[in-house]
């Protein structure tokens, strides 16, 4: 079994619904598990904003991993505190932002394939 470290960014995250695919920070590939190690979401802005993280699951039981995080004026926010998130074989990851191309997001993860 390899392991490598990677990560994932997504500029300007949209402010559009989760079920959107525009939403999409990854997508797991065929015959993996990845670890998310971090996800962290930096707000480019002035004024505070809310941030939503989101899992898409082969199995059909999507869940929010959070919702409404307040992400402060000019300042970045780890949006999974250390907790360790496991995403299967073509499960995608998705976040969303109430204000249109105010956060960057970057998440750090293990992927075993």
Known sequence: ?????????????????????????????????NIVLSVYAANKTASSVTVDLY??????????????APVPAGSSLELTGGTKIIIEAFDILRARCNTATAVDLCVSYLEQT
């Open 1 to 33: 079994m390899a392991n490598t470290f990677k990560h994932a960014t997504k500029s300007d995250v949209v402010t559009d619904a989760v079920s959107n695919a525009t939403t999409n920070i990854f997508t797991a590939a065929g015959g993996s598990t």
């Open 55 to 68: 899992l898409v699951t082969t199995t059909g039981d999507d869940v929010y991993l959070l919702r409404n």
